[in-house]
């Protein structure tokens, strides 16, 4: 399995730099930022040319950052061209964490996984802080 990421400037870089930091290296995993000197078909020749290394060989996922933007409007041309591939939108450092989770225990890559694990991702840690502090008052009643 073949993971690019893709996003405005350096935002899939660093969350592929953070995850190697976390859990180790990712192979067959590359990022990919479009830079304000890249135009569109700049950042589509760099996507293609990863996604040619795997295509065909193995099953590719391609998550963006923003549905919409440069990077997601590219990513949705190519899935004209390679239809197999499976791209997300919303990257964050969760999805990534369990991309290579499941990548590293040998499973089968659910995309529904990676959307549940990236919303999942997402907490209002107040609120979390004060849900768990109302329970250790009820505790102490």
Same mark, same amino acid.
């Given at each position: 399995m073949a !993971?690019? !990421?893709m996003s405005h400037g350096n935002m899939a870089i660093e969350t592929l730099k953070s995850a190697e930091l976390i859990i180790g290296e990712l192979p067959e995993t590359v990022a990919l930022g479009l830079q304000k000197s890249d135009g569109p078909e700049d950042l589509k020749a &760099?996507? /293609?040319? /990863?996604?040619? &290394?795997? =295509?065909?060989? /193995?099953?590719?996922? !391609?998550?963006v950052d923003l549905l919409g933007g440069t990077p997601g409007n590219v990513? #949705?041309?190519l899935t004209?061209? =390679?239809p197999e591939m499976q791209?997300?939108?919303g990257l964050n450092l969760?999805? #990534?964490i369990n991309y290579a989770n499941q990548k590293f225990i040998g499973s089968d890559i659910k995309v529904t996984d990676l959307m549940k694990e990236a919303k999942d991702g997402i907490v209002d840690v107040n609120?979390?802080?004060n849900a768990d502090s109302d329970e250790d008052d009820e505790e102490d009643e």
């Amino acid at each position: 399995m073949a !993971l690019i !990421l893709m996003s405005h400037g350096n935002m899939a870089i660093e969350t592929l730099k953070s995850a190697e930091l976390i859990i180790g290296e990712l192979p067959e995993t590359v990022a990919l930022g479009l830079q304000k000197s890249d135009g569109p078909e700049d950042l589509k020749a &760099k996507a /293609e040319a /990863e996604i040619k &290394k795997y =295509y065909g060989k /193995e099953p590719v996922f !391609l998550i963006v950052d923003l549905l919409g933007g440069t990077p997601g409007n590219v990513a #949705v041309n190519l899935t004209q061209t =390679y239809p197999e591939m499976q791209v997300i939108s919303g990257l964050n450092l969760p999805m #990534v964490i369990n991309y290579a989770n499941q990548k590293f225990i040998g499973s089968d890559i659910k995309v529904t996984d990676l959307m549940k694990e990236a919303k999942d991702g997402i907490v209002d840690v107040n609120a979390f802080l004060n849900a768990d502090s109302d329970e250790d008052d009820e505790e102490d009643e």
